[in-house]
């Protein structure tokens, strides 16, 4: 027991000597705006940057979009053979952000993971339908769920450097049907 407690005591200390080593806070206080600040700091440490391409706004816009998604879009899902239907809703900002968002999103995951997407227009948001052959993708596509879909993938952070660097715009993608 007495060394049990010397080595919480040990633990404790040690990590009451890290807390009190840092003065300056490491948190950017605000999810989009550290985004943009990591890649500020990619720029500015690329010496290839082009800064006459650089556009930080859209990168920012982008993140708007991001967060109108995540935080407001309504999204009902179906399971359907071979994985999931979502009918993604919203209005206004939410509404342009989803319209915006899900027909990218299906290029960039269109035969990721053996996965089929697609996105249907409808009146108030998108339809994303992803499908797969193999029965247990299909499961993992129901338990992602719309959010879960969205995130997968390791191609979005370096989507947002692109988008920064004025090598990317959602305004060029082509709309899917």
Known sequence: ?????RRHRGMMGG?????GASTTPTLPGQDAFGAI??????????????????DLEALRQHLIEM???TLNAGATPKQIDGGLEIEVTGSGRTLVAIQRMAPAWVQMANGQNVWSAKA???PNGELLTVTTTN???AQHIRSLGFIGLLASGSWHQPHHLAMAKGEFDHEHLPHQH
């Open 1 to 5: 027991m007495q060394e049990m407690m």
């Open 15 to 19: 990590q009451a000597g890290m807390h």
């Open 37 to 54: 600040q990591e890649v500020v700091r990619i720029l500015d440490a690329d010496p290839k940057t082009d800064w006459s391409k650089v």
């Open 67 to 69: 967060n109108e998604v």
């Open 120 to 122: 249907s227009e409808l």
């Open 135 to 137: 029965p247990k993708e």
